[in-house]
C-alpha cells in the first residue's frame, strides 16, 4: 500500500465511513486527451506515455475514471500510431501515466 493510500485509508477510519469510497475518492479529471507520446524503451518496447496534466485524480488504472481515461486515450493513440508508422500496433508494453510539467 502506498503512503497515499494509507492516508485515504486512515481518513476513512477517522471519518467512520468504511464506505466512503474503495481506495481512492473520487475527483474531476482535467486533462487533455491528445497529450500522450509512444516511445520504444529498452527492457519494455513500445510504451504510451499519457499526460495527466492537471488532472487531481490518482494516476491509478485501479479508480474507475483512471482505467476509462486510459482506454479511451490509448484507443486514440493506436489510431494515431497506425496513421503515422503505416502498420497497426499489437499492444503497449507498458503504459506510464506521468505529469509534464514545462515553465
Given amino acids: 500500500m502506498t ?3 494509507q492516508y485515504f485509508e486512515s ?3 477517522v471519518l467512520g465511513r468504511d464506505d ?3 481506495i481512492w475518492p473520487d475527483f474531476e479529471p482535467e486533462y487533455d486527451e491528445r497529450e500522450y507520446a ?3 524503451l ?3 518496447g513500445e510504451s504510451l ?3 495527466c496534466g492537471q488532472c487531481d485524480g490518482p494516476s491509478d488504472m485501479r479508480h474507475n475514471r483512471c482505467r476509462a481515461c486510459v482506454e479511451r486515450r490509448k484507443d486514440i493513440a493506436r489510431r494515431t500510431y497506425e496513421r ?3 502498420r497497426p500496433i499489437e499492444k503497449w508494453n507498458a503504459i506510464i501515466l506521468c505529469r509534464i510539467h514545462i515553465e
Fill in 42 to 44: 529498452r527492457g519494455l
Fill in 11 to 13: 481518513l476513512k477510519k
Fill in 38 to 40: 509512444w516511445t520504444t
Fill in 84 to 86: 503515422a508508422m503505416g
Fill in 49 to 51: 506515455l499519457l499526460n
Fill in 3 to 5: 503512503a497515499f493510500e
Fill in 20 to 22: 466512503l469510497y474503495d
